[in-house]
C-alpha cells in the first residue's frame, strides 16, 4: 500500500445535533464471535467492552450489535425468547450498559438489532399460542391456519422457507389429535408474528422504548420487508432467495408489502421523540428503488445496498449498481449505504477471489472449488477502497479490516447454521462468516478466548491475519483500513457528490470533492493522470495502476 496520509484521528465526540447517521460508517459485532471475557468459547459483551479501543483506533462512527437477547440459538441469535433482556452466556444487562457508555466515551454510536418479523418458538407469547386453542387471541399474535385437504394436511399455502423447505409446521393440539399451522419464513423455531394485530406493534413500540430509555443510538431491522403478509396469504410459486424483485409485476405476497410503511412511520414517529438523531436501518433485499420507499423522509433512515453487495467484480455491473443506487436515494433526500460483507454472506476476501458468479448464502466446504485467496483479498482492498470514497453510509463486518477469508474448509460436522440441516446438508450456509476473530497471532484461539474449544473451531492459518500481527505494518489490510476512515472524514468524502470521469474500458474513474479515485479492474496496468498525486492506495502504485487496485488521488 502506498500512503501519505498523516490526518489526525477525530477526536472523540458526540454531536447530539447532526444527521451522523448519513455519512456514517458503521462496523457490525457479531457478538459470539468478536471476544470472549469468560473462557467458555463463546463471544460476549464484556470481551466487545474489551476490545472497543480496536473500534476506536481503526475510526468508525458507530457499531451494530447483531442479537445478544435470550436465545435458543436455532439461527444465530435471530430467534429471539426475549427481547428485553440480555442472553447469560453474552452477560448482563449492567454488561451492556458498560458497554454503550464505553463505547459512547469513545465517540461510538451504539446500534442493535431488531428482529420484529419472527420470534423463538420458547417466547413465552408462542407457547401461550401452542397452548390455546384455534382462533385465540393467544393464536392471533402469529400466523395460525387450518391446512388444506380433507384432514388438513397440506399446508395452508406453497410458501417455502428462506431457510429450505415449506414455511409451515404442523403443531399438536392439547387433545393429541393434529391441529392447525404456523408460519415461519425461516426455521420452525422462529414463528413470524401477525403484524395486523395491534398487541403485536404496541409490544415492539415498548421494546423500543425499552433500549432508547437505556441509551442507544438506533436500530437495525432485520427482515423488515416482510412484515406485513398479503391479505388472504396467496400462493407464490416462484423462488425469493437474493435480491427480492417482482413478477410480472407483483411482489411476492409475503415482502414489501404496502402495510409496512405505516409501521415504519410509527417507529420513526417514537424515534423523533428522543434527542439525538437515533436512526432506524433497514435490512431490506429488494432493489434499489423498492428499497428507497423505505427510507422516505418520515420512514427509516438507511437501509443496506445489497444489490451492491452481491454485485460481481466488473466495470459495468458496478458503475450501473452505483448510478442506480445514487439516483433512487437521491430521489427521496435519502443517503446510499453501501455494503459488502455481513454475517449472511460469504465475505468479499473469498467472494472476490472466484472468476464466475457465487451463490452468496449456499456457502463452501472443504471438497468444493476453493476461492484464489491472494486474488480475493487483493480485490476486496481494492473493492474496499472503491467503496469508501463514495458519497453516503457505510457498513463494515468484523474481520473484514483485517482482511479474513471465509472460512471454506470448515468440516460439516461443525456447522451450525439451520440450512445445512433443513436443505439436506445441500447448502452449507453461513457458518464459514461466523468463525471467532484473531486478535493475536499466537494463543489457543489466536487471542479471541483462554480456551482453544471456541462455538465454530478457527483455522490454523488464521495467524497472520490476527489484528496483532498487523497493527504496525504499513503495507497490512487493517492499516489500510485506517488509513482509507480518516482521510473519507479529513475530505468529507460522505457529503460529497460523484462525478464521473472519462476512462479506459475496464477502469472506474470519478472525483468526490477534492479526491480523485481509479480502480483499475482490467488484466493490465493502466497510467495515472499527469499531475497527480497519490495520497492511498489498495495496492503499490509506481507511476501505474495495478490491475485489482483503487487509489485515491489529488492534484499537486
Same mark, same amino acid.
Given at each position: +500500500? ?72 436455532r439461527d444465530g441469535g435471530y430467534d429471539v425468547a426475549d427481547y428485553r433482556a440480555v442472553d447469560p452466556r453474552y ?5 451492556? !450498559? ?50 388444506? #385437504? ?66 442507544? *443510538? ?5 427482515? @423488515? ?5 398479503? *391479505? ?18 407483483? +411482489? ?9 410503511? *405505516? ?8 424515534? !423523533?421523540?428522543? !434527542?439525538?438523531?437515533?436512526?432506524? @436501518? ?32 466488473? $466495470? ?55 476461492? *484464489?485467496?491472494?486474488? #480475493? ?46 436443505? #439436506? ?7 464459514? @462468516? ?24 478457527? $483455522? ?35 457529503? #460529497? ?60
Amino acid at each position: +500500500m502506498t500512503s501519505a496520509d498523516t490526518t489526525p484521528p477525530a477526536p472523540a465526540h458526540l454531536a447530539a445535533d447532526d444527521d451522523w447517521w448519513r455519512t456514517a460508517v458503521i462496523y457490525q459485532i457479531y457478538p459470539r464471535s468478536f471476544a470472549d471475557s469468560d473462557g467458555d468459547g463463546t463471544g460476549d459483551l464484556p470481551g466487545i467492552t474489551a476490545r472497543l479501543d480496536h473500534l476506536a483506533d481503526l475510526g468508525v462512527d458507530a457499531l451494530w450489535l447483531s442479537p445478544f437477547y435470550p436465545s435458543p440459538q436455532r439461527d444465530g441469535g435471530y430467534d429471539v425468547a426475549d427481547y428485553r433482556a440480555v442472553d447469560p452466556r453474552y452477560g448482563t444487562l449492567a454488561d451492556f !450498559d458498560a458497554l454503550l457508555a464505553r463505547a459512547h466515551t469513545l465517540g461510538i454510536r451504539v446500534v442493535v438489532d431488531l428482529v420484529p418479523n419472527h420470534c423463538s418458538s420458547e417466547h413465552t407469547a408462542f407457547r401461550a399460542a401452542l397452548a390455546a386453542a384455534p382462533g385465540s387471541p393467544e393464536r392471533d399474535l402469529f400466523h395460525f391456519r387450518d391446512g388444506r #385437504g380433507p384432514d388438513g394436511g397440506l399446508p395452508p399455502n406453497d410458501w417455502t422457507s428462506m431457510f429450505e423447505g415449506p414455511a409451515w409446521t404442523r403443531v399438536t393440539e392439547a387433545d393429541g389429535r393434529p391441529g392447525q399451522w404456523y408460519l415461519h419464513l425461516f426455521d420452525p423455531g422462529q414463528p413470524d408474528w401477525n403484524w395486523d394485530n395491534p398487541a403485536v406493534r404496541a409490544d415492539f413500540e415498548t421494546t423500543l422504548r425499552f433500549w432508547l430509555d437505556r441509551g442507544v *443510538d438506533g436500530f437495525r431491522v432485520d427482515v @423488515c420487508d416482510a412484515l406485513v403478509k398479503a *391479505d388472504g396469504l396467496p400462493d407464490w410459486p416462484h423462488p425469493t432467495h437474493g435480491v427480492i424483485e417482482p413478477v410480472d409485476g407483483v +411482489m411476492p405476497p409475503m415482502w414489501d408489502q404496502e402495510g409496512i410503511h *405505516d409501521i415504519f412511520r410509527a417507529w420513526r414517529k417514537l424515534l !423523533d421523540s428522543y !434527542d439525538g438523531h437515533r436512526i432506524l @436501518c433497514a435490512e431490506a433485499w429488494l432493489p434499489p428503488e423498492r428499497a428507497a420507499r423505505i427510507i422516505r423522509p418520515d420512514e427509516m433512515h438507511q437501509a443496506f445496498n445489497f444489490r451492491f453487495l452481491e454485485t460481481p467484480w466488473e $466495470p459495468d455491473a458496478l458503475r450501473a449498481v452505483i448510478d442506480e443506487s445514487l439516483t433512487a436515494n437521491d430521489a427521496v433526500g435519502a443517503p446510499t449505504t453501501w455494503v459488502l460483507s455481513n454475517h449472511d454472506v460469504m465475505r468479499h476476501a473469498s467472494r472476490f477471489g472466484y472468476d464466475g458468479p457465487v451463490a452468496l448464502e449456499h456457502g463452501v466446504g472443504a471438497d468444493d472449488p476453493q476461492p *484464489d485467496r491472494a486474488a #480475493g483479498l487483493r480485490r476486496a482492498r481494492a473493492a474496499t477502497a472503491l467503496m469508501l470514497a463514495l458519497p453516503g453510509s457505510a457498513y463494515l463486518y468484523q474481520g473484514e479490516e483485517l482482511g479474513l477469508p471465509e472460512v471454506t474448509d470448515l468440516q460439516d460436522a461443525a456447522r451450525q447454521d439451520p440450512v445445512w440441516e433443513r436443505s #439436506g446438508h445441500r447448502i452449507r450456509g453461513r457458518d464459514g @462468516c461466523r468463525v471467532p476473530l484473531p486478535w493475536t497471532g499466537q494463543g489457543p484461539s489466536f487471542g479471541f478466548s483462554d480456551t482453544p474449544d471456541t462455538w465454530l473451531p478457527q $483455522p490454523s492459518y488464521y495467524g497472520p491475519y490476527a489484528a496483532e500481527s498487523q497493527r504496525d505494518d504499513p503495507d497490512s489490510t487493517l492499516h489500510l483500513y485506517r488509513g482509507l476512515l480518516r482521510l473519507r472524514r479529513h475530505h468529507r468524502l460522505g457529503t #460529497g457528490e460523484l462525478r464521473w470521469l472519462s476512462s479506459p474500458d475496464g477502469v472506474l474513474h470519478f472525483t468526490n470533492g477534492a479526491i480523485e479515485v481509479m480502480t483499475n479492474l482490467t488484466s493490465q496496468p493502466v497510467p495515472l493522470p499527469p499531475s497527480r498525486h497519490v495520497v492511498i492506495a489498495s495496492a503499490a502504485v509506481t507511476d501505474h495502476v495495478a490491475p485489482d487496485t483503487t487509489v485515491w488521488l489529488v492534484r499537486d
